[in-house]
């Protein structure tokens, strides 16, 4: 059964604009959260992360924000950019190396 | 930068051959992970080794083995390749000691037939 959860397959977003990604997780006892970034023919690359002790975490166009009590994440990319097209995937830790994957959510963005 | 290197990018063999996938990473991490990606179901953990000779089952072991004789070299071994393990398999490498991210090589597209 699957503790993450990406329900949103895919997204289509106009450059420029925000792209908002979503992720829910049953497990309580994650504590650290990361979004990875794969391109077609290449491994998934680390983009952000988040420990359960804070509700946002930072970096450039790319911001995650926590949600514990509603079990939920989401990745805010502004602006949004024809290079970020890509399958976006949420990850969840349970304060071990184990990471436990979403399904992803293929990004797409329109010039 | 880490590098994670994996041994083929493409594999097609036949249902049931002994099947390696081979996976070094550059960086001196502890921790080396083999998952398989498919559609709708994202990354799933198959194995994982913690320090040389050592390694531990994930979600989904049935049908395969791993091997890690060196600390830099983490092998997936398919007994007998069935079609149903037709499937990207990406392998990743992690320094370890509360270290969560994860480095990837570009994976091995692998078709059973």
């Known amino acids: 059964d699957q503790q993450v959860k990406q329900n949103s397959p895919s997204l289509s977003v106009q450059e420029g604009r925000i792209s908002i990604l979503n992720c829910d997780y049953t497990?309580?006892?994650?504590?650290?959260f990361l979004w990875y970034k794969k391109y077609p023919a290449e491994g998934p690359t680390f983009l952000i992360s988040i420990s359960s002790i804070k509700d946002k975490n930072e970096d450039g166009r790319f911001t995650v924000f926590l949600n514990k009590s509603a079990k939920h994440l989401s990745l805010h990319i502004v602006p949004s950019q024809p290079g970020d097209s890509a399958v976006y995937f949420c990850?969840?830790?349970?304060?071990?190396?184990?990471?436990?994957f979403g399904a992803g959510t293929t990004v797409t963005v329109r010039a | 930068d880490v590098k994670v290197t994996q041994s083929s990018r493409y594999l097609v063999k036949r249902t049931g051959e002994k099947v390696f996938l081979e996976c070094v990473q550059d960086m001196d991490h502890e921790n080396m992970f083999w998952y398989r990606q498919d559609p709708g179901l994202g990354l799933r953990l198959i194995y994982f080794s913690y320090d040389v000779k050592m390694k531990e089952k994930g979600d989904i072991p049935e049908g395969y083995s791993v091997s890690r004789e060196k600390k830099e070299r983490f092998s997936l071994i398919l007994e007998s390749a069935s079609t149903n393990q037709t499937s990207m398999y990406l392998c990743?490498?992690?320094?370890?000691?509360?270290?969560?991210?994860?480095?990837f090589g570009p994976g091995t597209r692998l078709t059973v037939t």
């Open positions: 990850a969840a830790s349970v304060n071990d190396y184990k990471l436990s």
């Open positions: 990743a490498s992690e320094p370890g000691q509360g270290f969560y991210e994860q480095y």
């Open positions: 497990n309580s006892m994650f504590d650290y």
